[in-house]
């Protein structure tokens, strides 16, 4: 992997510039070159959020804005609807099945139905979903090394936040254990 | 050595001034760029400086006159028409040869436009829009770590000159994320050492001679004589602060000229454009002002277009075509707007331009 741009949708406040930001995190700490691209405006919870992550393994990132991406994650139906084109062909599209009840329509990509939210809510922590969600990210496509995911959750949870750094390593790995 | 970190541009920006000096704030929020007075208000108190909340952008740059009439490194922020409220004082404060940091990160217009990302500041920030003679140096960086680079030393330019010194970022640089180094924390002029240090300015020393900053010379040979002073500053400047990076020129069938975002765009639809047998280069202005018109003179026989790829309707044609001389067609990619061009849109527009240059 040289290049991968990476692009996540969905609803304030289901965690979606965070997974991206989770990642950029990891990226660096893995020595990649990487960029983290909001979506900015007059927005507000319960509005619409993305985020565009471009990793670069060699070089730097020519360029943070991306026509096309290897990595999809939609967690509500408009982002479906809205970004299932943005997947270049071969390429992955997650899709959070616990809030869109509907399939996707292409068949030139790999399609993967989370359930996020139930998967997170059966561990206890319904907040946990976008962690669900970047977990079979991970366990997909490969894009960053793992304990590098380790080692940013360990810098966000800790102190008054250290109790839930064991349910969110639980649920990275939550979807890849029930393949 | 100091570590790599994660942050958003607009607390690098403001991060990177503090280290280079700053100490002094001056500003009124406006997107996309309010993240720097929130990371000033919180930074500067703990860093032996001072955050003001200005009534307006007016209020602001008058304040940053004052801070910097008196010898403290000021800074200003503001996205565009925040900006052009500023022109006055900008005219001012180079009449008065008066230092101080600005920052421009720009969205789209004209008037009060949008709050996404614009580069249509172009004509703004390199010829002014305040009256008189002056001139102000603009550096354009394509990358968080360049924009780190280059703030840390604006206020050293900007004592260097007695001059304002600007950098100009868009909405985007504002909101992204990038992995940065930050500089080691330069020394900042304490108050005791201001009368030292800028023996010009009104520190309130008592000693040695009174000082005098203004832009009012009544007298016409006054003023006429001041004006050549300011203008021989300026062919300093011109000689040492143009900057500028060339890629690929010797055989390049089209060559792209952008800066800021555009630039990094332009560069990934070189690779995409060289994968499909099409050699591109690029000259990527870091200072529109001094604007590096001799890196034109690099462009081979070979080329057959050079190409603006800008977020305005075409504002730096002027000065390409006064680098490039008439020696090759010269045309525009543009978006405007808040609108953003792809990558594959510029691969696109581009061979049109070459089927009809050819």
Redesign the interface.
């Known amino acids: 992997m040289a290049v991968n741009k990476l692009f996540f949708a969905g609803s304030g406040g289901q965690g979606v510039l965070t997974m991206g930001q989770m990642l950029t995190y990891a990226a660096m700490y893995a020595d990649m070159n990487a960029t983290w691209l909001p979506s900015y405006g007059p927005e507000m919870r319960g509005g619409t959020a993305n985020c565009t992550v471009v990793i670069s393994t060699d070089k730097p990132v020519s360029c943070p804005l991306i026509y096309e991406a290897d990595n999809v994650v939609v967690m509500n139906l408009p982002s479906l609807i809205k970004f299932e084109s943005l997947v270049k062909p071969g390429g992955n599209l997650f899709v959070n099945s616990s809030m869109i009840d509907q399939k996707a329509t292409r068949d030139d990509i790999h399609v993967y139905y989370v359930p996020a939210n139930d998967i997170a809510m059966k561990l206890g922590n319904a907040r946990t979903a976008n962690t669900v969600m970047l977990g079979a990210l991970v366990s997909v496509a490969p894009v960053v090394p793992v304990e590098m995911i380790y080692k940013i959750m360990e810098k966000t949870f800790s102190g008054r936040k250290a109790h839930l750094l064991d349910i969110n390593k639980t649920a990275f790995h939550a979807w890849g254990k029930e393949q | 050595m100091s570590e ?1 970190v ?1 942050m958003k541009g607009n607390e690098a920006f403001a991060e990177a001034v503090i280290r280079g000096g700053v100490r002094f704030y001056f500003g009124y929020p406006i ?2 760029q309010s993240e720097i007075p929130e990371f000033m208000s919180r930074e500067l108190p703990k860093r032996g400086g001072k955050f003001l909340q200005a009534e307006s952008e007016l209020g602001a740059i008058n304040m940053a006159y004052g801070c910097g009439a008196a010898g403290g490194n000021g800074f200003i922020s503001s996205s565009s028409p925040g900006i052009a409220l500023m022109q006055e004082g900008m005219s001012f404060l180079c009449g008065a040869e008066v230092p101080v940091t600005l920052l421009n990160v720009s969205r789209g217009g004209p008037g009060i436009g949008s ?2 990302p614009g580069q249509a500041d172009y004509n703004q920030v390199t010829r002014g829009g305040g009256n008189g003679d002056y001139r102000i140096p603009v550096f354009a960086p394509a ?1 968080i770590q360049e924009a780190v680079d280059i703030l840390y030393e604006a206020p050293s330019i900007a004592d260097k000159y007695r001059n304002p010194v600007m950098v100009l970022a868009d ?2 640089m504002g ?5 940065v180094m930050l500089p080691e924390p330069k020394h900042a002029f304490t108050s005791e050492e201001i009368p030292a240090a800028k023996p010009w300015a009104i520190s309130g020393s008592e000693k040695g001679e009174r000082s005098v900053v203004k832009s009012l010379r009544l007298q016409p040979e006054v003023l006429e004589a001041h004006v050549e002073h300011l203008y021989e500053k300026y062919a300093e400047m011109e000689k040492e602060l143009e900057k500028v990076e060339c890629e690929g020129l010797e055989d390049a069938e089209v060559v792209f000229v952008a800066f800021g ?1 555009m630039a ?2 332009a ?2 639809a070189m ?1 995409l454009l060289e994968a499909q047998g099409i050699k591109a280069g690029m000259i990527r202005p870091i200072s529109l002002w001094p604007y590096p018109y001799r890196a034109f003179d690099g462009i081979s026989q070979k080329t057959k277009a050079v190409i603006s790829v800008e977020l305005s309707m075409g504002q730096m044609l002027q000065d390409i075509n006064l680098g490039v001389k008439g020696r090759v067609p010269v045309r525009l990619i543009h978006r405007v707007g808040g609108m ?1 061009p ?4 510029v691969v696109e527009k581009t061979k049109k331009i070459l089927e009809e240059v050819r």
Request: charge should be negative; avoid cysteine; proline fraction near 8%.
């Open positions: 790599k994660l997107t996309p709050i996404q990358s909405g985007l909101q992204m994320m990038e992995p975002t990094r765009l560069r990934e690779e953003l792809t990558s594959l849109e």
